[in-house]
């Protein structure tokens, strides 16, 4: 797993008693997670099925990687835990393989929301893009340059639409921006 640290705090991000993941779910999943201290850690994980595994294996472990992050969270003195999740929505794939992958990332990822009871909620591809690059259709070059402006050690281009997505949660004047409230739209969990 790859991954960076920014102590920076932007904008008006206050201290909330539970996180916010965001993710661009892939077999390179990048990934954003906003800690209730306001720190923010992102990075990307491979998920790339390993020889002699089954199909359902890489999605068994996205799902403790994810378990594995809740645990983390919900560890500190006084951490409650992953508030909201929000994802990249991805509405077209350039080839039937990575259809399949992104629903099975997505299926595993809702069904471990609801089991969680945590909040999600997608965000287009097309909204996250004009949000960082003022584009709808900027490429994955120009979404790293975004994200490397806002202050960030990118790496990757998923990390970088994870970033994209959890600075668009963020700067979402209404609820789920403060990781103790709910999404817009998706799943709800009280």
Same mark, same amino acid.
């Given at each position: 797993?790859?991954?960076?640290?920014?102590?920076?705090?932007?904008?008006?991000?206050?201290?909330?008693?539970?996180?916010?993941?965001?993710?661009?779910l892939g077999t390179t999943t990048g990934?954003?997670?906003?800690?209730?201290?306001?720190?923010?850690?992102?990075?990307?994980?491979?998920?790339?099925?390993?020889?002699?595994? #089954?199909? *359902?294996?890489? =999605?068994?472990?996205?799902? /403790?990687?994810?378990?594995?992050?809740? $645990?983390?969270? &919900?560890? !500190?003195?006084?951490?409650? #835990?992953? *508030?909201?999740? =929000?994802?990249?929505?991805? /509405?077209?794939?350039?080839?039937?393989? $990575?259809?399949? &992958?992104? !629903?099975?990332?997505?299926?595993?990822?809702?069904?471990?929301?609801?089991h969680h009871q945590i909040a999600y909620?997608?965000?287009?591809?097309?909204?996250?893009?004009?949000?960082?690059?003022?584009?709808?259709?900027?490429?994955?070059?120009?979404?790293?340059?975004?994200?490397?402006?806002?202050?960030?050690?990118?790496?990757?281009?998923?990390?970088?639409?994870?970033?994209?997505?959890?600075?668009?949660?963020?700067?979402?004047?209404?609820?789920?921006?403060?990781?103790?409230?709910?999404?817009?739209?998706?799943?709800?969990?009280?």
């Amino acid at each position: 797993m790859h991954q960076h640290t920014n102590d920076t705090h932007h904008a008006t991000l206050q201290a909330t008693p539970r996180a916010i993941l965001a993710l661009d779910l892939g077999t390179t999943t990048g990934w954003a997670l906003r800690l209730a201290d306001g720190s923010v850690h992102h990075g990307f994980v491979s998920f790339k099925p390993q020889r002699f595994e #089954g199909g *359902g294996m890489r =999605y068994l472990r996205f799902r /403790r990687w994810l378990s594995d992050l809740l $645990a983390t969270t &919900a560890s !500190g003195s006084n951490a409650s #835990g992953i *508030g909201a999740v =929000y994802f990249e929505e991805v /509405r077209r794939h350039l080839g039937v393989d $990575a259809a399949h &992958a992104y !629903g099975g990332f997505l299926a595993t990822l809702t069904s471990w929301c609801e089991h969680h009871q945590i909040a999600y909620q997608g965000v287009p591809v097309g909204t996250l893009k004009r949000h960082a690059t003022g584009k709808g259709n900027a490429g994955k070059v120009e979404m790293v340059s975004a994200m490397k402006a806002r202050g960030y050690v990118v790496a990757d281009d998923n990390e970088a639409d994870a970033l994209a997505v959890l600075d668009w949660a963020l700067a979402q004047d209404g609820p789920g921006t403060s990781g103790d409230e709910q999404p817009t739209g998706g799943a709800r969990h009280g």
